[in-house]
């Protein structure tokens, strides 16, 4: 055996044997979900034991393509260096929290703050990148790589490539069937390939984020919007873009905990069927804002085209948009903005976290700092921002105990981290509280209105599946069924009974554009009555 390892583990190495060796490495040390996940699914046989040894061959097989391609005489150390450790992180990631690390992922990552960040970060991660990422890295940089002459190396590697598609093609062949219903119905699972999925789920990152870096000019639409005539009241409505709720943790749906006690006890009617438009904030955010449905938006066309909040400061509506997560995600780029996550603005901030309710205070004087018009608000939650739910809220609404006092979720209960997630949602009913009772101190001389909707959802460990993220058409539906409450002021003219049939209905972010237009009485052709949550409602409709 070390006479068979001692050409790899020389201090010379020849770059066809370094290749095999990091494949090896790579499908064996860096794909424990994958194969985690295909033992679950076929590892009840000898029959769905010997494919998933036929799977493994073939990841082998694609690790050395992927290498064949990356690896050349001037890129080889660097290349290797950045699989070395982006795949051992997303190991690490994919391992703990059973997620999948595809460009909507890292999108998500790339757009996330310091403060979030550090919530992700754990001694155990940097054990587990020091192991399978720095000790490999040091042992490639203190390693010769030796190389033949260019047509000796080019037959080589034609070679290497040719041995890899025999291999893929040898270990296929005999369970053409059963790769024929892996493909069709296990679409999840290939996400799990590292570092394969990573590589190429950063390369589209790249791709968008250049795509997307010029703002310089948009597309403007809505610019003969305006104002209902018959509307002769001004109108005060707070959008609140909720983090990280799903639905089925909402009292107010039927969720067994009293995680609404307050909200209850207002006239807020829940929307309790909708479904978001992705699985993760950097997404989701941006489509609901859009007028692009789910299937037809585009994360590169919605940076250079307006959204609603342009549309309505063409009809001469005042927007502010106050943010205590990451960002507007894009969405404010021509709005008023405003950052709630330090203490320099944010005067409800502990030795935690900055809270939610600060983006409430001085509102007041921005509304007074407007006296003509109507007016929006927008406030960008922190919410129930995972996997650190404990910090979300302050100690006096840790109701329901034991809590999961700990980002790295796998070694919480599942009752201890569903425990400190509802906590979170208690305290976002506070907040949501909070806000009627502002809201309500105008009712005189405004139709005042609340409209809160998640931009997505959170598994929390159902099927060993955690936080959220994961491909739209394969995510949980704990991913996906948001949590949505609208609440309407005193004055506001609708039929409250008409509003509670609608609010049973299916609905979607698709209709949050046109629902917020409808809230302020805007009218544009980009207005479809169809998708608006009061249509049908009004009194005067």
Known sequence: MLKLLKPYLSPNIGIHRLILLLAVVFTLLFNHSYFSNLYNLYGSSLHGLAFIASLGLLLFALQVLLLCVLCFRFTTKVALTILLLGGATASYYMDRFNIVIDSTMLTNVFQTDAKEASDLLTFTLFAELIVLGAVPCWWLWRTTISYCRWTVELRNRLLLIVGSLALALASAVPFTADYASFFREQKLLRYYANPITFVYSSVRLVHDLLAVSDHSSRIAIGMNAHKDAADTRRNLVILVVGETARADHFSLNGYTRQTNPLLANTSAVSFSNVTSCGTATAYSVPCMFSLSDRKDFDLKEAAHTENVLDILQHAGVAVLWRDNNSDSKGVAQAIEFQDFRTSATNTHCDEVECRDTGMLEGLDQWIAAHPTGDLTVVLHQMGNHGPAYYKRYPAEYEKFQPVCTSSQLETCSQEAIINSYDNAILYTDFFLSQTVNLLKTYDDNF?????????????????????????????????????????????????????????????????????????????TPEYDPGKDWLAGARKHE
């Open 447 to 523: 139709d005042t209105a609340l409209l809160y909707v998640s931009d997505h959802g959170e598994s929390l460990g159902e099927k060993g599946i955690y936080l959220h993220g994961l491909p739209f058409l394969l995510a949980p539906e704990s991913q996906t069924h948001v949590a949505a409450v609208l609440w309407l002021g005193e004055h506001y003219p609708i039929d409250r009974d008409a509003l509670k049939q609608r609010a049973e209905a299916a609905g979607s972010h698709d209709d949050y554009f046109h629902t917020v237009l409808g809230l302020l009485k805007i009218q």
